[in-house]
């Protein structure tokens, strides 16, 4: 055989006859790996920019993206390119989505070909081309029969009232402008239950009536089933897929390709989905804008709240970024005319606001004279929470710390329960008797004794989610206890499970962390209590107070849905905080500027653009030193206006053994950022070079905290 073989003329597309075409591909490419944004290689025919393709790369095949393609005259001289191993039939990605890409790879300092590949589903690389052309050619699960075509509106909206016909009457404007018109990013600030979600429902049948898709983000999705389920109700499941990490590789791929072929409709998805092929995008609807969750904590770590708006801008569609308690961001873009604020300030049929109380820890009895540590509920709001049970009422208790007890001590030598990988304490879980570090994951059985002094009696400090719901059990006898958190919920259904119990009545108390703050519409809770909502007040993070303030009126929302009486109790040492005192009217405007205020003096976002540069290494001063080297870098760029910040611990400063630090880039203004930016990621790389100690590094770019 290999004789025959050799004696063929040798086949190449370099005749004159069949040009070669010379391909400019997005392949996954860490950009520390100091390739350039796209690799080249040859095939017979052109190919579509988009074009999904698999290529050589090392010994492996790859999927890619086909950025540019060029006829070229074969060059003897030059080395041959490696050829296209196969082209996906799929059609190609449209120039939004590249340009899309392009801006987020240039925005956040990544590669290209990183950032390309990371937006697409996993599945992809396996699926042979077969199995793509079959599903392809069927229609996403669950479609309806061809012959019955479903209405787009499968159930009757209720009429709005009057804000919420003036909130969509903004978006039916921008929906017709001319292309190319401007279309101001949209905030919509409504109060929980003013009727937001309903004024998506009908922004959205607008858009598909116009024969476009849209595209809603939700912060976390197995969090909110009920926005899946409102959409379905609305305009029929097989109108609808979803994008989350929760979806199997082949559900995920299944849905990416409804979406990229445009049998998808509404595509509702978690960050990720900001990044989906839509090639008749139309609207784009962002739910609970100032979540954190829309902040990618790995990866890019891009903003896709941030991309949602640009993506709407590149596109010329309409966003709307709807929230009771905006991200000061885009609260500022509002106050600064750059963004349309659409207010709902009241509640749907004039259901009463929750009564907010603040309870003050320091004028209560203690225990048992000073010193002692205080009750973890004080007995007003204990009698609250009973009454509420008598009257057949529900009460959600919030605690932001799982577990039994944050840390374990023994009273005779002061040891304390240090975990041996990490600056940070390990909890004790009661359940299962376990000390675990939350951090590294580390977990060993509770020593019988004080590993120091073989002291028997070492004690739970402080109190958790699992304590906190043995002790309303002990209090309340009557009363049925539910606790959700990352612990009880890690079973498959176990969440919605328990959500399940809160919904039909069969527990008068749920306790958990801020999983059970958001969205939920709970019928019978009438009463909410934020339990120790001051440590966030005391958090080095200067958005913690903008965390704080939205996470306790988010969770206020959950009082009194279904009618008046709801009551919000926060137990707090500060009751004169100007952040409870806004709390208590209710006044998220008055907060806002006054955290505005605050911002700019200090410097920080909006007011300031900051990226941080984070490094782990082995030994402690590894990380440091590599960024010691990349802030003087940086320095030496000689940039105006621009402050390189000596490198810092990060707030836990050791976690399993490695040491992570960071830096802080900031500038006054985001384009000046961006230019710095550039010129400083090839000294970053070459820094990281000769800093072997570094295991890892990234540039996060607005990041979430300092
Ligand atoms: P939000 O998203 O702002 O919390 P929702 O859209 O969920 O508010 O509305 C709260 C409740 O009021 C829901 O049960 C919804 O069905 C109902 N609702 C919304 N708009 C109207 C309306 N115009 N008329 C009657 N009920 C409405
Ligand atoms: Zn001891
Ligand atoms: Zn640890």
């Not at 229609?139 to 709005?160: E, F, G, N, T």
């Not at 500022?332 to 049929?349: D, Q, T």
């Not at 490695?658 to 010129?679: G, K, T």
């Amino acid at each position: 055989m290999e004789n025959s073989q050799s004696n063929q003329p040798l086949v190449t597309y370099s005749s004159s006859s069949a040009p070669v075409w010379q391909l400019r591909v997005a392949v996954a490419t860490p950009q520390h790996a100091g390739l350039a944004g796209a690799l080249d290689y040859q095939h017979h025919e052109a190919l579509a920019p988009g074009q999904l393709l698999r290529v050589p790369l090392g010994r492996r095949e790859v999927l890619g993206v086909v950025w540019a393609c060029d006829a070229r005259e074969p060059d003897p001289e030059a080395p041959a390119l490696k050829p296209v191993s196969t082209v996906l039939p799929l059609p190609p990605l449209d120039a939004g989505w590249r340009a899309l890409i392009e801006f987020g790879a240039g925005y956040y300092q990544r590669g290209l070909g990183e950032f390309a590949l990371a937006a697409l589903p996993i599945g992809l690389q396996q699926a042979t081309p077969e199995q793509l052309q079959r599903r392809l050619a069927r229609p996403p699960a669950k479609r309806r029969s061809a012959a019955a075509p479903a209405p787009i509106a499968a159930v009757a909206p209720p009429p709005l009232n009057a804000a919420q016909q003036q909130a969509l009457a903004a978006v039916a404007a921008q929906l017709d402008l001319p292309q190319g018109a401007p279309r101001p990013p949209m905030l919509l600030w409504g109060v929980t239950g003013s009727g937001k979600t309903e004024v998506y429902l009908h922004a959205a049948e607008l858009a598909l009536a116009r024969g476009a898709q849209v595209l809603v983000l939700v912060p976390e999705i197995n969090l909110t089933p009920q926005l899946e389920a409102r959409f379905a109700a609305r305009f029929g499941a097989e109108q609808i897929v979803t994008l989350h990490s929760g979806l199997s590789p082949a559900q995920r791929l299944r849905h990416w390709i409804a979406a990229h072929s445009g049998q998808a409709r509404l595509v509702l998805g978690t960050r990720l989905a900001v990044l989906a092929s839509l090639p008749r995008l139309g609207l784009v609807l962002v739910d609970e804008e100032h979540d954190a969750s829309f902040k990618a904590q790995d990866g890019a770590r891009q903003s896709a709240r941030d991309l949602a708006v640009l993506r709407a801008a590149q596109a010329g569609v309409p966003v709307l970024l709807g929230s009771a308690t905006p991200s000061l961001e885009s609260w500022h873009n509002a106050n600064a005319g750059r963004y349309l604020r659409l207010a709902m300030p009241e509640r749907i049929n004039d259901a009463p606001m929750p009564r907010i109380r603040l309870l003050d820890l320091a004028q209560l009895p203690r225990k048992s004279g000073p010193g002692a540590p205080q009750p973890p509920i004080a007995q007003p709001l204990l009698d609250a929470i009973e009454q509420r049970r008598l009257r057949g009422e529900q009460s959600l208790l919030l605690l932001n710390r799982r577990g039994y007890a944050p840390v374990l001590h023994c009273g005779a030598c002061a040891w304390k329960s240090g975990c041996p990988n990490c600056s940070a304490w390990r909890v004790f879980h009661k359940s299962d008797r376990t000390l675990r570090c939350h951090h590294c994951g580390l977990s060993e059985p509770v020593p019988r004794r004080c590993p120091d002094c073989g002291n028997a009696d070492i004690a739970p400090v402080g109190r958790g989610t699992e304590r906190l719901a043995e002790q309303i059990a002990d209090w309340l006898p009557e009363a049925r206890v539910l606790r959700l958190d990352a612990d009880t919920t890690k079973a498959v259904g176990s969440l919605e499970a328990g959500l399940a119990q809160v919904h039909d009545g069969s527990i008068d108390v749920l306790v958990g962390t801020q999983m059970i703050a958001k969205g939920h519409d709970f019928r019978r809770v009438s009463l909410v209590a934020a339990l120790n909502p001051d440590t966030m007040l005391y958090s080095s993070d200067f958005r913690a107070p903008e965390r704080l303030f939205a996470l306790l009126l988010q969770a206020a929302g959950r009082a009194g849905r279904a009618g008046g009486g709801g009551e919000v109790w926060i137990q707090t040492d500060q009751p004169r905080h100007p952040l409870f005192q806004a709390l208590l009217r209710q006044d998220y405007a008055g907060f806002a500027a006054q955290q505005l205020e605050e911002r700019e003096m200090a410097g920080l976002p909006p007011y300031a653009s900051l990226a941080l540069l984070r490094a782990d290494s082995r030994d402690e001063a590894g990380g440091r030193d590599f960024l010691a080297a990349c802030a003087a870098a940086g320095e030496a760029l000689g940039l105006d206006g621009l402050s390189w910040y000596p490198p810092v611990p990060h707030p836990i400063a050791k976690v399993a053994n490695q040491w992570r630090w960071q830096m802080l880039v900031e500038s006054a203004q985001r384009a000046a950022l961006q230019r710095a930016l550039r010129a400083w990621m090839p000294e970053v790389l070459r820094l990281a070079r000769q800093h072997r100690q570094v295991l890892r590094w990234a540039v996060d770019v607005d990041p979430a905290g300092i």
